[in-house]
């Protein structure tokens, strides 16, 4: 199940993370780009990489808030190892 949650997360994640490159750099160049007000400086290549990462961790992070959010308290409270619960 920890797997097939996984992907429930990561695929739909990397096709966000697709689309929104193609669509963040159809309109800005990456040696256009400034941080601080100096030149950033790594090539195209590396600006499109790291923004694709970015991109899908953020995707990632808003699938998984979205699974969580899903889950019934039971699965959200449940002791994976089968340990008994102290109680107060």
């Known amino acids: 199940m920890f797997i097939q949650r ?15 490159e193609a ?11 400034h941080w601080l007000g100096q ?8 600006v499109y990489s790291v923004a694709f ?3 899908w961790v953020m ?3 808003s699938s998984g808030l979205t699974i969580l959010l ?3 308290s039971s699965e959200v409270n ?3 190892g089968g340990h008994p619960q102290a109680r107060p």
Request: glycine content about 4%; aromatic content about 14%.
């Open 39 to 46: 030149p950033i400086g790594m090539s195209r290549l590396g």
């Open 53 to 55: 990462f970015l991109f």
């Open 23 to 33: 669509l963040v750099f159809a309109m800005l160049d990456p040696q256009d780009l």
């Open 59 to 61: 995707a990632m992070v």
């Open 78 to 80: 449940r002791d994976p």
């Open 70 to 72: 899903s889950m019934s």
């Open 6 to 20: 996984m992907m429930w997360i990561v695929w739909p994640a990397f096709l966000v993370a697709c689309v929104l």
